[in-house]
């Protein structure tokens, strides 16, 4: 089943990256030849107007090949014939679509669980909150004065109390006001509580804003990360491939379809990410390529750019193999490397 869960979370990822090109080509008039879904022999095919839709042999990767892309076309349907924003929106357009996917993910996730609102759920017995007489139902509105929206202020405003304090709480019960007076104490990851949980609800927008800031939380992650990585901080055996990328689904998998899901998020924004790096045969690459073209004109041809990108996609390959091969070492045959 690892294998069939790796291969479905591929899939979605990919078809929803080559969709976002192929969506905002075909928006902008712009001839694609062949949309594909896997590389290597195609397995099945059929065409549709101008367009061969396949699937193929090996489940990584695709692509949307458009007329005039990598090569010197003169139909005016072309993409090299169209002008620079569109040709802009159509390269950013896969990984914008990536950063959406994360966005829906994680919202989904958190939708399923339920997000912690200011009503309390259960007040711990023997706990300060228990002896104030704070109890099952009761919506926490303010505390030490500090209005509350959202759960996280809660324990924010708690957070700033030293252990065994005093702390004022106003609620609303039954629609009456009410202002509790409670201790406070140290939990056991040392921090000031007074003994209750939240209710936790399913709200479609709250959990929308919240799929979006986890979003941005992991891209900020990942920026660092790879800042490290370019800096030496991290090596580069630590990087990993599509074999690796199966063994965490596997393992993601033995603990709920949550966990899966979360995974292809956090896979759904790097491919994003990497995907608008500045390196030739990347979207980043070409939008580069696109901004230089732009300033001095004919000076640099389709035919210059399509040779750099070429030799961008054989670096690309070698840096595959070399990281499938670190894969191995690492979860096929650990210790091999001594």
């Not at 594909?36 to 101008?50: C, H, I, N, R």
């Not at 699937?55 to 005016?76: K, Y």
């Not at 709480?169 to 949980?197: A, C, W």
């Not at 790097?270 to 004919?298: E, Q, T, Y």
């Amino acid at each position: 089943m690892t294998i069939v869960y790796s291969i479905i979370v591929f899939a979605v990822l990919i078809l929803v990256h080559e969709l976002g090109h192929f969506a905002t080509a075909k928006m902008f008039g712009v001839k694609v030849n062949e949309f594909a879904l896997g590389m290597g022999p195609v397995l099945l095919k059929t065409q549709k107007s101008e367009t061969q839709y396949s699937l193929r042999a090996v489940p990584i990767g695709g692509f949307c090949a458009m007329e005039g892309e990598d090569e010197d076309s003169d139909d005016q349907r072309a993409f090299n014939q169209k002008p620079a924003w569109q040709r802009a929106i159509i390269l950013a357009a896969g990984s914008t679509m990536n950063v959406v996917l994360t966005i829906i993910i994680l919202a989904a996730i958190l939708f399923s669980i339920g997000q912690p609102s200011t009503v309390v759920d259960q007040v711990f017995p023997g706990s300060p909150g228990e002896a104030s007489g704070l109890m099952q139902g009761d919506r926490i509105v303010a505390i030490q004065g500090m209005k509350i929206s959202e759960w996280e202020d809660i324990t924010l405003a708690i957070g700033e109390i030293e252990p065994d304090q005093t702390i004022k709480i106003d609620i609303v019960r039954d629609r009456e006001e009410l202002t509790i007076v409670s201790s406070t104490y140290q939990s056991e990851d040392g921090r000031t509580v007074v003994g209750i949980t939240p209710t936790f609800v399913k709200r479609p927008g709250q959990a929308l804003s919240g799929g979006a800031k986890s979003t941005w939380a992991m891209f900020v992650s990942m920026i660092d990360i790879l800042k490290q990585l370019f800096t030496g901080n991290i090596p580069a055996t630590d990087l990993t491939g599509p074999v690796g990328i199966v063994y965490m689904v596997g393992d993601s998998a033995k603990m709920g379809a949550s966990y899966v899901a979360y995974l292809a998020a956090l896979i759904s924004l790097n491919l994003a990410i990497i995907n608008m790096l500045p390196l030739p045969a990347l979207d980043g690459g070409r939008l580069v390529f696109l901004l230089i073209r732009k300033i001095s004109g004919k000076r640099v041809t389709d035919k210059m750019e399509a040779k750099v990108h070429m030799i961008g996609i054989f670096l690309l390959l070698a840096l595959m193999v070399y990281v499938t091969w670190q894969d191995i070492i690492r979860f096929i045959v650990p210790g091999f490397g001594g």
